[in-house]
Nanobody, 121 residues
């Protein structure tokens, strides 16, 4: 399993970024991919979880309405569109294989190296 994140960068508050997660080494359609983030000195925060069982996508409350996950199955790539960015969104963002245990409890496995998102005020 290999997941490679890209697309991070420095953005002013209110701006947008789109992160990409290129997947390889497994059958893309058989697994769900989600995103989590971690800022220095802070706990990991789940950002999104896509359920394979019912096709639902769940978002953390702090990104709901601003972030959207999508995928291009032909490219084995998952995207995280991030709009209206806030300074508190600054973190290292990871994509990972994910299981949605409940709509709010998500379990991540096999993440990539992460891509840094920095939002200035």
């Amino acid at each position: 399993v290999q997941l490679v994140e890209s697309g991070g960068g420095l953005m002013q508050a209110g701006g947008s970024l789109r992160l990409s997660c290129a997947a390889s080494g497994f059958i893309f359609d058989d697994y769900a991919i989600g995103w989590f983030r971690q800022a220095p000195g802070k706990e990991r925060q789940g950002v999104s979880c896509s359920s394979r069982s019912d096709g639902s996508t769940y978002y953390a409350n702090f990104v709901k309405g601003r972030f959207t996950i999508s995928s291009d199955n032909a490219k084995n790539t998952v995207y995280l569109q991030m709009n209206n960015l806030k300074p508190e969104d600054t973190a290292l963002y990871y994509c990972a294989l994910v299981s949605c245990l409940t709509p709010t409890q998500w379990e991540y496995d096999n993440w990539g190296q992460g891509t840094q998102v920095t939002v200035s005020s």
